[in-house]
């Protein structure tokens, strides 16, 4: 029956969704039940996408990134896909009306990552525009659930937000990037004298797209503000402590918040989010 190959093909979703990525699975989990498998669903879409790019090494990336592109939209077009995780993302594309138009510039922002480029500002807004900020928005999709004045309004802050995750990630993971991808993001930055100065220009910005982010965040529904506020704050403390480290240090080893300091993060949201305080 087909709704026991969906709901099996959402379980490889959530699946996925742990196995990558502890701090998204504890921001999931703080969701109202009824958001938790579309969101599964959004980041095992995404995940497979990057892992094609980021990981698939000896492998003829190209041609499987073309591939799975083809997949989705074909997935879309007729609402199924043996391919479980495109087979559940199709499912939330129908269900919450995801424009055709973010997932054309999120795969072609993962078609960016598989060629020598230099980036200019131009360059890295078009690239954080489809790997980051449009990701925030089909999960805002499902958050304002056909509120499309809620999604208007808060469309900003959720691009904000994912432009704030994604910048952090790129100090996190600067030493692999750069010297095992030979990715350089940032534009106008020096990677083999990477100074404390241009990284205080990064911090900045990555500070302003926080503060407008948690506006929106206090703006959400209920049902997807917890959830949304507990990554926020997970990411905001790996920031505070990348700030604290010296920039030579970022290409050397890969900044990470313990699995105790994450569950003492979970646990300080949680109170917050249960005072009214967000």
Partial sequence: MKPLFDDVSVQCSKITTRAYSTSFSLGIYFLKNSLRNPIYSIYGFVRFADEIVDSFEGYNKKQLLEKFRFDTFEAIKQKISLNPILNSFQKVVHQ???????????????????????????????????????????????????????????KPNAMKLGAAFQKVNFLRDMKDDYQILGRTYFPNVDMSQFSNQAKLAIEREIASDFREALAGIKKLPESSRGGVFLAYVYYNALFKKIINVPAHRLLTERIRIGNGKKIGLMLNSMLQFKMNMV
């Fill in 96 to 154: 919450y009306n995801i424009s055709m138009d973010l997932i054309e510039t999120f795969l072609e922002s993962m078609k960016m990552d598989l060629q020598d480029i230099e980036y200019s500002k131009e360059k890295y807004d078009q690239y954080i525009l489809g790997s980051a900020e449009v990701v925030g928005l089909m999960c805002l999709h499902v958050f304002t659930n056909g509120n499309l004045e809620m999604y208007e309004e808060l």
